[in-house]
């Protein structure tokens, strides 16, 4: 699907579970793997939505695998309010595992479906950008950008 951060290619199991949204700049589908468009019209809809500043959370059937701590952590992420941020420290804390900042970031940048999971809510300590797995730290200040109101960043 078009998108302002590039085309997204949106995956799951053919019945609209979404499992992966990766950018097409950054992957390329496999030819079998290739899902019918209608099988993702809800999920497209909703990400329309959330572009156009219409949408502030999503409500999606999505299976992203990943381990206990994993899931926790993107379990997590769902609950961070639109345009707000937090610091991987705060959210290891929150999880309880207070010296695990390393391992809430690993587990946020393993994220299968950003944007949906907003991953991009999580910075620095410090309040920098760091790394973002759609496509880098510009992509993600589009998306702060988008939930601050300052959608003249699209």
């Known amino acids: 699907m078009p998108s302002p951060l590039g085309e997204l290619l949106l995956r ?20 079998e793997s290739t899902p019918a468009p209608a099988a993702f019209r809800e999920a497209a809809d909703q990400l329309t939505a959330y572009f156009a ?3 502030t959370r999503f409500e999606l059937r999505i299976a992203t695998g990943g381990t206990p701590f994993q899931r926790s952590v993107w379990e997590r992420l769902v609950t961070i309010p639109y345009g707000t941020t937090l610091s991987y420290g705060e959210l290891a804390r929150e999880l309880g595992r207070p010296t695990a900042a390393r391992a809430v ?7 299968p479906v950003p944007i949906v999971v907003p991953c991009h809510r999580v910075l620095a300590a410090s309040g920098d950008l760091t790394g973002f797995g759609l496509g880098g730290v510009a992509r993600k200040r589009l998306l702060l950008s988008l939930e601050s109101g300052q959608r003249a960043a699209f």
């Open 12 to 31: 799951g199991d053919g019945e609209g579970v979404l499992s992966r949204i990766d950018l097409l700049a950054d992957r390329r589908p496999e030819p």
């Open 53 to 55: 500043g219409g949408r």
């Open 105 to 111: 970031g690993a587990a946020n940048g393993a994220n």
